[in-house]
């Protein structure tokens, strides 16, 4: 009989090794758009959050604020977004999308729709469903 500790040690290394796939398959799909994956989520986080600050990026992605500021500069440089000071303090800036990063945004949106539709191709609707319930079950116990 197989113990609850080695069914776990086994879910851990098939998580990690979808982490792993994942990253290659978003590092594969992401030189098409001359991007890093992380920036290329990050341009569709904004899109969906104009107006956002630099700690949601960070808290959203759980990324340390040095390498948020790295990645925004990176990000800026190459004309995809601006920072705009917050009416209300100017200690705070605000991110939008450029036209250029707007135009970005939806190119990675295409890229990532066709992406998706391949890994999604592959699994039932219960399947999914059980992922994303054990998941969110394991996650909300492990922020305790």
Known sequence: MVSKKDKFEHMNRLLRTYMVNMHHFFTTITPQLSLTPQQA????????????????????????????????????????????????????????????????????????????????AQLDEESIDLVISSMTTLNKNLQK
């Open 41 to 120: 989520r990050t341009l569709l986080y904004i899109k969906d959050h104009p107006g956002l600050i630099q700690r949601e990026l960070g808290d959203y992605f759980h990324i340390r604020n040095a390498s948020i500021t790295s990645m925004l500069k990176n990000l800026e440089r190459d004309g995809y977004i601006i920072r705009k000071n917050d009416n209300e303090s100017a200690r705070i800036k605000r991110i939008f999308l450029t036209k250029e990063g707007i135009e970005k945004a939806s190119q990675i949106k295409e890229v990532f729709d066709r992406a998706c539709q391949k890994i999604v």
